[in-house]
């Protein structure tokens, strides 16, 4: 089964603990929107002992390759196979 990796752009603001609303936008792989927005929501939570309630999402977009601008996103997209050992 071969599933194509998609990559997202998700922007927001998080809820920092003083009231302070903090904009984001994320560069993220995942095979669906739903994928994208729990990662998103687990990271930034994780990073910042953020509840979800606190991370407010305000768009999720389907970007192509060249629009990247995370290097590590464009050097995981450049692979061409990934050969894992038992």
Known sequence: MHTAVK??????FMKLRGGE?????????????DHAV???LYELGSRH???RK????????EISPDEVSRQ???DLLAIDK????E
């Open 82 to 85: 990934l050969v894992v050992f």
């Open 7 to 12: 990559v997202f752009r998700v922007k927001g």
């Open 72 to 74: 590590e996103i464009r």
């Open 49 to 51: 002992k953020l509840k």
């Open 54 to 61: 606190h991370i407010e999402i305000i768009s999720v977009d």
């Open 38 to 40: 729990e990662k998103i």
């Open 21 to 33: 609303k903090i904009p984001f936008s994320i560069e993220t792989t995942a095979l669906t929107r």
